[in-house]
């Protein structure tokens, strides 16, 4: 079983496509999760006898109330039980693979305090194909994803309804059939599993590798068209294009002279209007194309570099 490894080097677009398009396992760093266990032992030390907000407080405008040490538990719980507030459609499976992915990435650099068991949960839901119920409407988005990542901790600590071979179940149910047991509440595990923005991050990749295939297509397309209406070939070659230096019109051009490499509708310029004397007025055969399959390098290029620098 192939395993892509979370926590050793930063997670890379490749490593993301793999484990959400082409379904890899994921398995835990141990020096990455050797970090998890050391934040979460520093914050159970250093919280004593200080106030520390979201731990010992109350949240948001609430903050100025101090809260007991028997309640800081049930704090969490009731954190997660009140965001879980979603409505209108649930969120593709597909995006809440990602932003689960997203949120274990983050909680894997070792800043947060978390108890590590909530890793080791949130990664086994993934490789389980447990996925929370999560709905498209609530989130806050300027103070986090708070409402979708409440539906994920909800999951967790085994409340709520998941997605399940194919079914919506009660996460008891699913967490029974795959011999897990729910998170239990140490210190801040409600705070740390929702405040962040993993949401926004996750469905904005799923949106980064539809554009990399659509801008694939797009180019595919485009050379096929060329070749319908036997175009020139100089409106996509390197000499003209390297003229403009910018990158994706570069990457375009190059990428349509890929595809069309050995094609036999395609001319050459020279072949036709240069190497031959031209005797009529009006030269039947178009000497330059139309703008729209012309400047497909300059269209497309710059949706490559936005593309590139997502």
Same mark, same amino acid.
């Given at each position: #079983?192939? *395993?892509?490894?979370?926590?050793?080097?930063?997670?890379?677009?490749?490593?993301?496509?793999?484990?959400?398009?082409?379904?890899?396992?994921?398995?835990?760093?141990?020096?990455?999760?050797?970090?998890?266990?050391?934040?979460?032992? /520093?914050?159970?030390? /250093?919280?004593?006898?200080?106030?520390? *907000?979201?731990?010992?407080?109350?949240?948001?405008?609430?903050?100025?109330?101090?809260?007991?040490?028997?309640?800081?538990?049930?704090?969490?719980?009731?954190?997660?039980?009140?965001?879980?507030?979603?409505?209108?459609?649930?969120?593709?499976?597909?995006?809440?693979?990602?932003?689960?992915?997203?949120?274990?990435?983050? @909680?894997?650099?070792?800043?947060?305090?978390?108890?590590?068991? $909530?890793?080791?949960?949130?990664?086994?839901?993934? =490789? +389980?194909?447990?996925?929370?119920?999560?709905?498209?409407?609530?989130? @806050?988005? $300027?103070?986090?994803?708070?409402?979708?990542?409440?539906?994920?901790?909800?999951?967790?600590?085994?409340?709520?309804?998941?997605? *399940?071979?194919?079914?919506?179940?009660?996460?008891?149910?699913? /967490?029974?059939?795959?011999?897990?047991?729910?998170?239990?509440?140490?210190?801040?595990?409600?705070?740390?599993?929702?405040?962040?923005?993993?949401?926004?991050?996750?469905?904005?990749?799923?949106?980064?590798?539809?554009?990399? =295939?659509?801008?694939?297509?797009?180019? $595919?397309?485009?050379? #096929?068209?060329?070749?319908?209406?036997?175009?020139?070939?100089?409106?996509?070659? $390197?000499?003209?294009?390297?003229?403009?230096?910018?990158?994706?019109?570069?990457?375009?051009?190059?990428?349509?002279?890929? /595809?069309?490499?050995?094609?036999?509708?395609? +001319?050459?310029?020279?072949?036709?209007?240069?190497?031959?004397?031209?005797?009529?007025?009006?030269?039947?055969?178009?000497?330059?194309? =139309?703008?729209?399959? +012309?400047?497909?390098?300059?269209?497309?290029?710059?949706?490559?570099?936005?593309?590139?620098?997502?």
């Amino acid at each position: #079983m192939e *395993y892509i490894k979370l926590g050793n080097a930063p997670l890379s677009y490749n490593d993301c496509y793999e484990i959400l398009i082409n379904n890899k396992f994921i398995e835990l760093d141990d020096d990455a999760m050797a970090e998890v266990y050391k934040s979460h032992s /520093f914050l159970k030390e /250093f919280i004593k006898d200080k106030v520390i *907000y979201g731990v010992n407080t109350g949240f948001g405008p609430m903050a100025q109330y101090k809260i007991n040490q028997e309640d800081q538990v049930q704090l969490q719980y009731n954190l997660i039980r009140s965001h879980c507030s979603g409505s209108g459609n649930q969120v593709a499976i597909l995006n809440i693979r990602a932003l689960m992915l997203a949120r274990l990435n983050t @909680l894997l650099l070792g800043y947060s305090g978390i108890n590590p068991d $909530a890793l080791i949960l949130l990664k086994e839901m993934i =490789n +389980r194909e447990i996925y929370p119920v999560i709905y498209e409407h609530g989130g @806050l988005g $300027a103070s986090g994803d708070l409402v979708q990542l409440a539906h994920v901790a909800l999951a967790l600590i085994g409340e709520g309804e998941v997605h *399940y071979k194919g079914y919506i179940a009660e996460t008891t149910v699913a /967490f029974g059939s795959e011999d897990l047991k729910p998170l239990a509440i140490y210190i801040r595990e409600g705070l740390a599993l929702m405040n962040g923005t993993s949401a926004m991050c996750g469905i904005g990749l799923v949106n980064l590798i539809h554009s990399k =295939n659509l801008l694939k297509l797009s180019i $595919a397309a485009t050379s #096929m068209i060329v070749e319908l209406v036997e175009s020139y070939d100089d409106h996509y070659s $390197a000499e003209l294009n390297s003229v403009k230096r910018h990158p994706g019109q570069n990457y375009v051009a190059n990428e349509m002279k890929l /595809f069309l490499s050995g094609s036999r509708l395609i +001319r050459k310029r020279e072949q036709y209007l240069y190497d031959k004397s031209v005797s009529e007025n009006i030269i039947n055969d178009k000497v330059q194309e =139309n703008y729209s399959i +012309r400047c497909v390098p300059q269209i497309l290029g710059p949706v490559a570099d936005t593309i590139n620098y997502a």
